[in-house]
């Protein structure tokens, strides 16, 4: 069976049993019976802090219970779906945070809200499309003040018209459909610390603050004079990063610069005593840009793949779309000397079969009058670490690419001419200086490297390299992880979509960028005031790391910091992301060493496993937490084995895999075999004169009819594997063949049409046609999720 994705903002609260077996801080009410269990028994939980009520019957008797713990100060009814009188939060006097969902409806219920005359922060839910903001205006001064809902441009210069009433305010954030639907008068919110920015998609599927990407800019400008201010924005996506226009539409609304990742200096969050590790800077190859390529849109991309090869030994490269590249021992040398290489080699291979790849990589497929169409297309590029590197001379590489033969012809793309030129022709000339390699016999020898892209990292290299610890070298989005055993270290095999098909595995979806470890926060019945007290969580609640389990009865206490109080609480348990922990113990120690890993590097901190003070019940602590600490290596162990051992047999089944794609592509004639004298671009093409239908003046807008000022403008035809590259205004396009209308703006935004976008039925020769185009999204980053969005 398949689990779905991780718990997200539910795993900070704790049934009953919980809190009270292990005095987490935060409990969660989901129904009446645990509603009637609290009011019953809320003394046995009177240390908790917050407070997440569900879809009870009476909120009201549970909160008249607030009073009774003096230790709450967060109350969450974000998933309480129920009305609210004046009377509801009366008895709220301690409560600092709230976090509450209203319907558009009854927005005017926020009102009830200012009976809690200590509430400094709001997180305001709203469902639907509220006619009138009004009531915001009237809320009491906060803080800090969080409104997340699916509102209009419009709306959304209303709501930060309201905030404006809001005299104190330091912290707001908003929820919106695009950057750029951010209205002008933010600006006019001069009391900021802090601009938080939501991305509504993102909420919406992750029902989750909390674990979304986060991501850090700060933008100075001039306030007066000769005043410089600055604007710290966070910005919460389930994506990696604001694209740079988005950075530069901020600047543009504030006329000012951007920092990016930096964060106001003096904050309640930062402490001396932190020891932050980062990750050990990893090479990266770099493949000089080459002018056949020259992207309309940078945002989209064809798919890469990369490997790593010894020079000094024949190789065999398996790719993922089912070609075989084969390069023998001592092919490279140099670029600028002609020396053999020795240093390892890194390659880069792109393939390039459909018109939307042609498109987005730029391609220029003119051939005079005549036009390019593509059959197949591949690059080959390849360096080391110190510099690039290119084929021997009178060297080939053999390609067996996944196309039929016929009369296509193959093309080489020349960098002094700036054409493409026929490679058979070339090698023609040339064939007398090439050196005789039997490409079979390399092929099935045993001792030829047979290179896959696929991830091969141990457990431990996972753990200390800057890649998330479960998700392979593609860099995927997410990916599912399957339990073996007794522990998740099973990798969803991306190709093979039916995987697990009978539903027997146990999975769960893990995503790129999501906390997986907490500290959670826990209030011993006996405790020192100087200590912060905590547990270490597993946040999926699913055992997806294993030996955390060991740790369960364990609580862990750090020294509160008498200069600043909140830092730890702030860094380790509040506003951190952790993907995963080690643990380091030495026997007879009082205390141990976590290293927590984030996105960009390791936390590395020392906390208490006694704060006893008594010798003989210290002794004896330390002695259970020897014994705790072994079976925490132990499962440590196993699960590391298991998980190496996994690896391998996925690499196995990949290269099976990918044998198998070879041999079937060689049964069904698809094994056009290509020897390439250069490195760089070649293709099979045919050379076809285009016919169209029509000749319009067309003038292109977007869905409101506005003008768009187009800088790029293409056509798809589906007759031609290729693409049109048209200037505005005359066209020339047959439109029952036309697949897509693709443009790109002065301002880098991309907009399409496909065929079922265009009104076809009264188009007539030379006529004026407006044609519609719509703005694609800006997280759209894959050829892939544009079919997906454009379909």
Same mark, same amino acid.
């Given at each position: 069976?398949? !689990?779905?994705?991780?718990?997200?903002?539910?795993?900070?609260?704790?049934?009953?049993?919980?809190? *009270?077996?292990?005095?987490?801080?935060?409990?969660?009410?989901?129904?009446?019976?645990?509603?009637?269990?609290?009011?019953?028994?809320?003394?046995? !939980?009177?240390?908790?802090?917050?407070?997440?009520?569900?879809?009870?019957?009476?909120?009201?008797? &549970?909160?008249?219970? *607030?009073?009774?713990?003096?230790?709450?100060?967060?109350?969450?009814?974000?998933?309480?779906?129920?009305?609210?009188?004046?009377?509801?939060?009366? =008895?709220?006097?301690?409560?600092?945070?709230?976090?509450?969902?209203?319907?558009?409806?009854?927005?005017?219920?926020?009102?009830?809200?200012?009976?809690?005359?200590?509430?400094?922060?709001?997180?305001?839910?709203?469902?639907?499309?509220?006619?009138?903001?009004?009531?915001?205006?009237?809320?009491?001064?906060?803080?800090?003040?969080?409104?997340?809902? #699916?509102?209009?441009?419009?709306?959304?210069?209303?709501?930060?018209?309201?905030?404006?009433?809001?005299?104190?305010?330091?912290?707001?954030?908003?929820?919106?459909?695009?950057?750029?639907?951010?209205?002008?008068?933010?600006?006019?919110?001069?009391?900021?610390?802090?601009?938080?920015? /939501?991305?509504?998609?993102?909420?919406?599927?992750?029902?989750?603050?909390?674990?979304?990407?986060?991501?850090?800019?700060?933008? %100075?400008?001039?306030?007066?004079?000769?005043?410089?201010?600055?604007?710290?924005?966070?910005?919460?996506?389930?994506?990696?990063?604001?694209?740079?226009?988005?950075?530069? /539409?901020?600047?543009?609304?504030?006329?000012? @610069?951007?920092?990016?990742?930096?964060?106001?200096?003096?904050?309640?969050?930062?402490?001396?005593?932190?020891?932050?590790?980062?990750?050990?800077?990893?090479?990266?190859?770099?493949?000089?840009?080459?002018?056949?390529?020259?992207?309309?849109?940078?945002?989209?991309?064809?798919?890469?793949?990369?490997?790593?090869?010894?020079?000094?030994?024949?190789?065999?490269?398996?790719?993922?779309?089912?070609?075989?590249?084969? &390069?023998?021992?001592?092919?490279?040398?140099?670029?600028?000397?002609?020396?053999?290489?020795?240093?390892? *080699?890194?390659?880069?291979?792109?393939?390039?079969?459909?018109?939307?790849?042609?498109?987005?990589?730029?391609?220029?497929?003119? %051939?005079?009058?005549?036009?390019?169409?593509?059959?197949?297309?591949? +690059?080959?590029?390849?360096?080391?670490?110190?510099?690039?590197?290119?084929?021997?001379?009178?060297?080939?590489?053999?390609?067996?690419?996944?196309?039929?033969?016929?009369?296509?012809? @193959?093309?080489?793309? #020349?960098?002094?001419?700036?054409?493409?030129? $026929?490679?058979?022709?070339?090698?023609?000339?040339?064939? %007398?200086?090439?050196?005789?390699? #039997?490409?079979?016999?390399?092929?099935?020898? +045993?001792?030829?490297?047979?290179?896959?892209?696929?991830?091969?990292?141990?457990?431990?290299?996972?753990?200390?390299?800057?890649?998330?610890?479960?998700?392979?070298?593609?860099?995927?989005?997410?990916?599912?992880?399957?339990?073996?055993?007794?522990?998740?270290?099973?990798?969803?095999?991306?190709?093979?979509?039916?995987?697990?098909? #009978?539903?027997?595995?146990?999975?769960?979806?893990?995503?790129?960028?999501?906390?997986?470890?907490?500290?959670?926060?826990?209030?011993?019945?006996?405790?020192?005031?100087?200590?912060?007290?905590?547990?270490?969580?597993?946040?999926?609640?699913?055992?997806?790391?294993?030996?955390?389990?060991?740790?369960? +009865?364990?609580?862990?206490?750090?020294?509160?910091?008498?200069?600043?109080?909140?830092?730890?609480?702030?860094?380790?348990?509040?506003?951190?992301?952790?993907?995963?922990?080690?643990?380091?113990?030495?026997?007879?120690?009082?205390?141990?060493?976590?290293?927590?890993?984030?996105?960009?590097?390791?936390?590395?901190?020392?906390?208490?496993?006694?704060?006893?003070?008594?010798?003989?019940?210290?002794?004896?602590?330390?002695?259970?937490?020897?014994?705790?600490?072994?079976?925490?290596?132990?499962?440590?162990?196993?699960?590391?084995?298991?998980?190496?051992?996994?690896?391998? =047999?996925? =690499?196995?089944?990949?290269?099976?895999?990918?044998?198998?794609?070879?041999?079937?592509?060689?049964? +069904?004639?698809?094994?056009?075999?290509?020897?390439?004298?250069?490195?760089?671009?070649?293709?099979?093409?045919?050379?076809?004169?285009?016919?169209?239908?029509?000749?319009?003046?067309?003038?292109?807008?977007?869905?409101?009819?506005?003008?768009?000022?187009?800088?790029?403008?293409?056509?798809?035809?589906?007759?031609?594997?290729?693409?049109?590259?048209?200037?505005?205004?005359?066209?020339?396009?047959?439109?029952?063949?036309?697949?897509?209308?693709?443009? $790109?703006?002065?301002?880098?935004?991309?907009?399409?049409?496909?065929?079922?976008?265009?009104?076809?039925?009264?188009?007539?020769?030379?006529?004026?046609?407006?044609?519609?185009?719509?703005?694609?999204?800006?997280?759209?980053?894959?050829?892939?999720?544009?079919?997906?969005?454009?379909?």
């Amino acid at each position: 069976m398949f !689990v779905g994705n991780m718990i997200g903002q539910n795993i900070d609260f704790f049934k009953a049993k919980d809190v *009270v077996k292990f005095r987490f801080d935060r409990l969660e009410i989901s129904n009446d019976k645990e509603a009637e269990w609290f009011l019953k028994n809320y003394k046995k !939980v009177d240390f908790i802090e917050a407070i997440k009520i569900g879809n009870v019957s009476n909120i009201t008797e &549970i909160l008249n219970i *607030v009073p009774e713990i003096g230790t709450l100060k967060e109350l969450n009814i974000k998933d309480y779906s129920g009305g609210f009188t004046a009377e509801t939060f009366k =008895k709220c006097n301690e409560i600092t945070q709230v976090s509450i969902t209203v319907y558009e409806e009854n927005l005017s219920q926020i009102l009830f809200l200012n009976e809690i005359k200590t509430m400094q922060i709001l997180y305001l839910f709203i469902n639907g499309k509220p006619e009138s903001i009004e009531p915001i205006k009237k809320l009491n001064p906060l803080q800090e003040l969080h409104i997340l809902g #699916d509102f209009l441009p419009k709306k959304i210069e209303e709501i930060i018209d309201a905030v404006t009433f809001q005299p104190l305010i330091q912290s707001f954030g908003i929820s919106v459909d695009r950057v750029t639907d951010l209205p002008n008068n933010i600006k006019y919110l001069k009391t900021l610390s802090n601009l938080i920015i /939501y991305d509504n998609l993102s909420i919406a599927a992750n029902n989750s603050i909390e674990d979304l990407i986060k991501e850090n800019i700060t933008i %100075s400008y001039l306030m007066g004079n000769d005043l410089i201010f600055y604007v710290p924005i966070t910005y919460y996506s389930n994506y990696d990063k604001l694209a740079d226009f988005e950075i530069a /539409y901020m600047k543009s609304i504030y006329s000012g @610069n951007s920092h990016n990742n930096i964060i106001a200096e003096e904050t309640e969050n930062k402490t001396e005593n932190k020891n932050i590790i980062e990750f050990k800077t990893q090479f990266k190859p770099t493949f000089n840009a080459t002018q056949e390529f020259l992207s309309p849109y940078p945002n989209i991309s064809p798919e890469i793949e990369y490997f790593e090869i010894n020079p000094l030994v024949n190789n065999l490269i398996l790719t993922n779309n089912g070609s075989k590249i084969t &390069i023998p021992a001592n092919s490279f040398t140099n670029e600028k000397i002609e020396e053999n290489v020795t240093d390892h *080699v890194f390659l880069k291979y792109i393939k390039i079969n459909n018109p939307l790849e042609l498109v987005f990589s730029g391609l220029n497929l003119n %051939s005079n009058t005549n036009n390019f169409s593509n059959k197949y297309f591949f +690059n080959l590029q390849a360096t080391t670490s110190k510099n690039n590197v290119q084929l021997k001379t009178g060297y080939q590489i053999k390609l067996q690419l996944p196309v039929t033969i016929d009369s296509a012809s @193959n093309y080489f793309y #020349d960098y002094e001419s700036n054409t493409w030129q $026929v490679t058979n022709l070339y090698q023609q000339v040339f064939e %007398s200086s090439f050196v005789p390699i #039997d490409f079979y016999k390399i092929e099935n020898d +045993n001792n030829t490297i047979t290179s896959i892209n696929v991830d091969t990292f141990s457990f431990n290299s996972r753990f200390y390299s800057r890649f998330h610890y479960f998700l392979n070298d593609k860099d995927n989005a997410n990916q599912i992880i399957f339990k073996e055993k007794n522990h998740y270290i099973d990798l969803d095999r991306f190709w093979k979509k039916d995987y697990n098909k #009978d539903g027997k595995k146990n999975g769960i979806r893990i995503k790129k960028g999501k906390s997986l470890v907490k500290l959670q926060k826990v209030i011993p019945k006996v405790r020192n005031a100087n200590l912060y007290y905590f547990k270490l969580i597993d946040k999926t609640q699913l055992g997806l790391i294993t030996e955390l389990s060991a740790f369960k +009865n364990i609580v862990f206490s750090h020294a509160i910091d008498p200069n600043n109080k909140k830092a730890f609480l702030n860094d380790y348990i509040k506003n951190n992301q952790f993907y995963d922990i080690r643990v380091y113990y030495n026997l007879g120690d009082n205390f141990c060493t976590l290293i927590l890993k984030t996105s960009e590097g390791f936390n590395e901190i020392k906390v208490r496993i006694t704060d006893s003070e008594n010798e003989k019940l210290k002794r004896k602590q330390i002695i259970r937490f020897a014994k705790i600490y072994k079976k925490y290596q132990s499962i440590l162990k196993e699960r590391e084995y298991s998980f190496n051992q996994n690896i391998q =047999k996925i =690499k196995s089944e990949y290269i099976t895999h990918l044998k198998e794609k070879n041999i079937s592509n060689i049964k +069904n004639n698809l094994k056009n075999e290509s020897k390439i004298h250069q490195l760089g671009s070649f293709s099979i093409f045919y050379s076809v004169v285009p016919k169209f239908d029509i000749n319009l003046i067309a003038q292109f807008t977007n869905e409101s009819g506005i003008p768009i000022d187009v800088k790029y403008l293409y056509m798809i035809d589906k007759r031609y594997n290729s693409y049109f590259e048209l200037k505005p205004g005359n066209i020339l396009f047959s439109p029952s063949e036309c697949q897509y209308f693709i443009a $790109v703006d002065y301002s880098g935004k991309l907009y399409y049409a496909t065929q079922n976008d265009l009104n076809i039925s009264n188009l007539t020769n030379n006529s004026l046609t407006y044609i519609k185009l719509k703005l694609l999204k800006e997280n759209i980053s894959t050829i892939e999720s544009f079919i997906k969005t454009t379909r």
